[in-house]
């Protein structure tokens, strides 16, 4: 069983910087990455990373946001600059373990974004 605890969340203006933060226990992570959901919409992939590195960006955060990993405390991070009102969302860690790639979410951590 993985615990993610998230942290990092907040309110920002257009423009601004947030770092989100996540944290897990156990072992065996393999991809861990950052999604984002609002009210009546799909949750979406923002940026995923794999334990050797290897990044992926949804299309409408490239450029902006940089996913890292610190694989020996487990922790992901999701800075994201040049924030725009639409990046406004709960943003929810998520991790995979083992061989069979058991997923895990974390509770979300809601980032506004103000105009």
């Known amino acids: 069983q993985v615990q993610l605890v998230e942290s990092g969340g907040g309110l920002v203006q257009a423009g601004g910087s947030l770092r989100l933060s996540c944290v897990a226990s156990?072992?065996?992570?393999?991809?861990m990455g950052w999604y984002r959901q609002v009210p009546g919409k799909q949750r979406e992939l923002v940026a995923s990373?794999?334990?050797?590195?290897?990044?992926n960006y949804a299309d409408s955060v490239r450029g902006r946001f940089t996913i890292s990993r610190d694989n020996a405390k487990n922790t992901v991070y999701l800075q994201m600059n040049s924030l725009k009102p639409e990046d406004t969302a709960v943003y929810y860690c998520?991790?995979?373990?083992?061989?069979?790639?058991?997923?895990?979410w974390g509770q979300g951590t809601q980032v506004t974004v103000s105009s």
């Open positions: 998520n991790v995979d373990q083992g061989l069979v790639g058991i997923r895990y």
């Open positions: 990373i794999t334990s050797r590195g290897r990044t």
């Open positions: 156990g072992s065996g992570i393999n991809v």
